[in-house]
C-alpha cells in the first residue's frame, strides 16, 4: 500500500457527513475503489469507480475522483455508529488487474 | 448467499513450524487471490490464480511460502517455516475474471500468529 494514501483516523457525530480521502500515484490505474472491514472481518466492497468518472453516488456514498490530483474521497451522508469501520482506498493497475491498497482510514462515530 | 470460505479463522503457531490456510472461493469464481494484511496497514497481494494457473506471484516470498490450486477451485496457502513477521491477516477473496477486480468478494481471513 505504499503507493496509495489516506490518513489514518476521522472522527464524525453521529449523524454528520464523513468525508475520508485518497491521493494514489498511478495515473494509468483503471479503476478505483472503496472498501469496508469491521473488526475481525474480511473486506468488503462499498463502490467502485471507472477512472473516465467524475463522481459515483449510491444512497448515501458519494466517490469524487479527482484525476488531476490523483485524488479519490469518499462522502458518508448522515454517518451512523455501523459505519465504524476501517475504510480503505485501493487501484487497479492496468495490465495484470494488480490491486493495491492505501493503509485505511479508520472512522469513529460518536453518538 | 454465496461467500468465500476460509479455515482457519485462527492459527497460533511457532516459529519455524509450518502452517497452511485454505480457502474455497465463490462456485464460478475462476479468479483467486491471496492477500496478507499486517495490522495497521492494507492489504498486500501475494499470488493471484487464473484457474489453477498463477498469474502473479511477485510478492510472495517464494522460499518459505507456497501457494496452490490443483483442480482451479479451492486453493492452499502454506507458509514453512514460519518467522514472527509471518503474523497477519491472510485474506482470501475471489472474482469473476475480466472485471478487474470490481467484484472481488473476500473471506473473513485467517489469522495467524507466530510465537
Known amino acids: 500500500g505504499e503507493d496509495v494514501e489516506q490518513s489514518l483516523f476521522l472522527s464524525v457525530r453521529e449523524g454528520d457527513s464523513s468525508v475520508i480521502n485518497c491521493t494514489y500515484t498511478?495515473?494509468?490505474?483503471?479503476?478505483l475503489y472503496w472498501y469496508k472491514q469491521e473488526p475481525g472481518a474480511g473486506l468488503q466492497l462499498l463502490t467502485y469507480?471507472?477512472?473516465?468518472?467524475d463522481m459515483k453516488q449510491d444512497q448515501r456514498l458519494t466517490v469524487l475522483l479527482n484525476k488531476k490530483d490523483k485524488h479519490l474521497s469518499l462522502r458518508i451522508a448522515d454517518t451512523q455508529t455501523g459505519d465504524s469501520a476501517i475504510y480503505f482506498c485501493?487501484?487497479?493497475?492496468?495490465?495484470?488487474?494488480?490491486?493495491?491498497f492505501g493503509a485505511g482510514t479508520r472512522l469513529f462515530v460518536k453518538a | 448467499e454465496a461467500e468465500v470460505a476460509q479455515s482457519p479463522r485462527y492459527k497460533i503457531t511457532e516459529k519455524s513450524q509450518a502452517v497452511a490456510f485454505w480457502c474455497d472461493p465463490i462456485?464460478?469464481?475462476?479468479?483467486l487471490y491471496w492477500y496478507r494484511q499486517i495490522l495497521g496497514q492494507g492489504p498486500e497481494l501475494l499470488v493471484q490464480?487464473?484457474?489453477?494457473?498463477?498469474?502473479?506471484d511477485s510478492q510472495l516470498p517464494k522460499d518459505r511460502f507456497s501457494a496452490e490450486r490443483l483442480k482451479g477451485v479451492d486453493s492452499t496457502l502454506k507458509i514453512q517455516p514460519a518467522e514472527l513477521g509471518d503474523s497477519a491477516m491472510y485474506l482470501c477473496?475471489?472474482?469473476?475474471?475480466?472485471?478487474?477486480?470490481?467484484?472481488?468478494?473476500f473471506g473473513q481471513g485467517t489469522r495467524l500468529t507466530v510465537v
Open positions: 477473496a475471489s472474482s469473476v475474471p475480466g472485471q478487474a477486480n470490481t467484484e472481488a468478494f
Open positions: 498511478d495515473s494509468s490505474s483503471t479503476y
Open positions: 469507480i471507472f477512472s473516465n468518472m
Open positions: 485501493a487501484e487497479t493497475r492496468t495490465g495484470g488487474f494488480k490491486t493495491i
Open positions: 462456485s464460478g469464481h475462476a479468479t
Open positions: 490464480f487464473q484457474d489453477e494457473s498463477v498469474v502473479d
